[in-house]
């Protein structure tokens, strides 16, 4: 009787246990799903079920709620986290949830005014939104360059003096108070910022223990230049779209990077895959052009009408302003890139009034479509945790925030992207940029869904600042 009576109780005990855990009823459950974590390494089919805007439950079992998604036969997967994105429109962010993002971080250019740019995103948008303090911002109002955008100006072609290094150091340790997400760096842009310069910027960030994005000059004296700054201050670097940068050096400047991490130097890198990038054609890396061979110019494309460019159109199109697609790497350094065990995903995605890359509305995707699915030169675990925990990792020493994202875990933010891994694929094109991705099912932020069945939900946004803590 005794050895009944300890059996009954036990049982008693399981059943209080489980009994809540699946009749209690969820805001929204996710059932029959494909859930994979990188984190954990959790593959396997579970229900979710979501409280509150948080992951609230993980069960192998059925679970109820008030809204049910069934995901049989699809993969679910934390959010996308992208740390490149530009504009951050309400445009932009249409086409990143329907390719999965979830999170989308400006943290190359930046921002020189950190309150006013999360103020002009208030009270949310259908993404979560962040923001660097940018070097290249800061420059040009220091320097009174008229650009919005990028430097082509004083700010692109002076040298600052040392009462104006010293202003700009000031107006960016302001904004990392201000809890800006990190620091934007972009040599490239600002070609007359010396050296030392660039090194006094990195030693503001280093101060406040806060990741320096950094589009770095052209080459591998311009990767050198940022792990020296690395290695004289102790600041985390992450070095944009290695693709772009590295070119035919892809695989080269992978290396050093390896050899960097391996020497205890915090340096991580990112790659998007597409061959040809985007950026404004009275920018600075277009100086000097004029005098190029006649053939290069027609690397270069005028996104609106296609047409690739002369050398008279380029100077016309120069003195105009805009963006241009440049048509300027191969797939085989893609490739390298993208299959890395270094480099996250993000898109450096651009996109304003339909005019943008199609890496805009397809990365991920395509990644997913072409990279996972059709090269199986990722495996799909390997692809997600690209997408996903190493963005969170890359910021989550400074923003708390990022520890609840990137990862399926009960308490976790309900950021999660439910897509058919047989079906996935980008079809963004450079001359319909913002054409949605195939594939990408049901897209929730904080819980609630803003793409359901493959369509754009109008009329939320459950999107939120994140931003690191303020210090004053």
């Given at each position: 009787?005794?050895?009944?009576?300890?059996?009954?109780?036990?049982?008693?005990?399981?059943?209080?246990?489980?009994?809540?855990?699946?009749?209690?009823?969820?805001?929204?459950?996710?059932?029959?799903?494909?859930?994979?974590?990188?984190?954990?390494?959790?593959?396997?089919?579970?229900?979710?079920?979501?409280?509150?805007?948080?992951?609230?439950?993980?069960?192998?079992?059925?679970?109820?709620?008030?809204?049910?998604?069934?995901?049989?036969?699809?993969?679910?997967?934390?959010?996308?986290?992208?740390?490149?994105?530009?504009?951050?429109?309400?445009?932009?962010?249409?086409?990143?949830?329907?390719?999965?993002?979830?999170?989308?971080?400006?943290?190359?250019?930046?921002?020189?005014?950190?309150?006013?740019?999360?103020?002009?995103?208030?009270?949310?948008?259908?993404?979560?939104?962040?923001?660097?303090?940018?070097?290249?911002?800061?420059?040009?109002?220091?320097?009174?360059?008229?650009?919005?955008?990028?430097?082509?100006?004083?700010?692109?072609?002076?040298?600052?003096?040392?009462?104006?290094?010293?202003?700009?150091?000031?107006?960016?340790?302001?904004?990392?108070?201000?809890?800006?997400?990190?620091?934007?760096?972009?040599?490239?842009?600002?070609?007359?910022?010396?050296?030392?310069?660039?090194?006094?910027?990195?030693?503001?960030?280093?101060?406040?223990?806060?990741?320096?994005?950094?589009?770095?000059?052209?080459?591998?004296?311009?990767?050198?230049?940022?792990?020296?700054?690395?290695?004289?201050?102790?600041?985390?670097?992450?070095?944009?779209?290695i693709n772009s940068s590295g070119l035919a050096q892809t695989r080269e400047m992978l290396q050093v990077i390896s050899e960097a991490q391996a020497r205890g130097l915090d340096v991580t890198t990112e790659a998007y895959?597409?061959?040809?990038?985007?950026?404004?054609?009275?920018?600075?890396?277009?100086?000097?052009?004029?005098?190029?061979?006649?053939e290069r110019f027609a690397q270069i494309e005028w996104p609106s009408t296609g047409e690739r460019l002369t050398r008279e159109?380029?100077?016309?199109?120069?003195?105009?302003?805009?963006?241009?697609?440049?048509?300027?790497?191969?797939?085989?350094?893609?490739?390298?890139?993208?299959?890395?065990?270094?480099?996250?995903?993000?898109?450096?995605?651009?996109?304003?009034?339909?005019?943008?890359?199609?890496?805009?509305?397809?990365?991920?995707?395509?990644?997913?479509?072409?990279?996972?699915?059709?090269?199986?030169?990722?495996?799909?675990?390997?692809?997600?945790?690209?997408?996903?925990?190493?963005?969170?990792?890359?910021?989550?020493?400074?923003?708390?925030?990022?520890?609840?994202?990137?990862?399926?875990?009960?308490?976790?933010?309900?950021?999660?992207?439910?897509?058919?891994?047989?079906?996935?694929?980008?079809?963004?094109?450079?001359?319909?940029?913002?054409?949605?991705?195939?594939?990408?099912?049901?897209?929730?932020?904080?819980?609630?869904?803003?793409?359901?069945?493959?369509?754009?939900?109008?009329?939320?946004?459950?999107?939120?600042?994140?931003?690191?803590?303020?210090?004053?």
């Amino acid at each position: 009787m005794k050895k009944i009576f300890v059996t009954s109780a036990l049982l008693a005990v399981v059943l209080s246990v489980i009994v809540p855990l699946t009749a209690q009823d969820f805001d929204l459950v996710i059932v029959r799903g494909r859930v994979i974590d990188p984190e954990s390494g959790l593959d396997g089919v579970r229900s979710i079920g979501i409280r509150a805007g948080k992951v609230a439950a993980i069960a192998e079992g059925p679970l109820a709620g008030r809204q049910e998604i069934d995901a049989t036969g699809l993969v679910v997967a934390p959010g996308f986290i992208d740390l490149h994105s530009h504009q951050q429109t309400d445009e932009t962010y249409r086409c990143q949830v329907l390719d999965g993002v979830t999170t989308a971080f400006e943290l190359e250019v930046g921002a020189a005014d950190i309150d006013a740019w999360y103020r002009d995103r208030e009270p949310g948008r259908a993404i979560n939104y962040g923001v660097s303090v940018g070097h290249i911002p800061v420059r040009i109002a220091v320097m009174h360059d008229p650009s919005t955008f990028l430097p082509s100006g004083d700010a692109a072609h002076k040298p600052a003096s040392p009462a104006e290094i010293a202003e700009m150091a000031r107006r960016i340790d302001e904004g990392l108070r201000k809890g800006a997400v990190g620091m934007g760096l972009g040599p490239s842009y600002t070609a007359a910022a010396t050296q030392w310069e660039v090194l006094e910027m990195i030693r503001v960030a280093a101060r406040h223990h806060a990741s320096v994005h950094v589009h770095i000059r052209g080459g591998m004296a311009g990767l050198e230049e940022v792990i020296a700054g690395a290695a004289i201050t102790g600041a985390p670097v992450h070095v944009v779209h290695i693709n772009s940068s590295g070119l035919a050096q892809t695989r080269e400047m992978l290396q050093v990077i390896s050899e960097a991490q391996a020497r205890g130097l915090d340096v991580t890198t990112e790659a998007y895959p597409y061959t040809a990038g985007m950026t404004e054609i009275q920018s600075a890396n277009y100086d000097g052009w004029e005098l190029w061979p006649a053939e290069r110019f027609a690397q270069i494309e005028w996104p609106s009408t296609g047409e690739r460019l002369t050398r008279e159109t380029f100077i016309k199109y120069r003195k105009i302003g805009g963006p241009v697609v440049g048509h300027s790497n191969t797939e085989e350094m893609v490739a390298v890139a993208i299959n890395s065990p270094l480099t996250a995903i993000a898109s450096d995605g651009y996109m304003l009034n339909g005019i943008g890359h199609p890496r805009t509305s397809g990365t991920y995707s395509k990644v997913l479509g072409r990279y996972v699915r059709e090269a199986h030169s990722l495996t799909l675990m390997e692809a997600l945790r690209k997408m996903t925990l190493m963005p969170a990792r890359r910021l989550e020493s400074r923003v708390p925030a990022m520890r609840d994202k990137g990862r399926i875990r009960v308490g976790a933010d309900a950021d999660l992207t439910i897509f058919d891994p047989g079906r996935v694929i980008d079809r963004a094109t450079y001359r319909e940029p913002s054409l949605p991705s195939e594939g990408i099912q049901h897209v929730l932020v904080n819980g609630v869904p803003v793409v359901r069945m493959g369509k754009f939900v109008s009329g939320v946004a459950p999107g939120r600042a994140v931003r690191a803590p303020r210090l004053n």
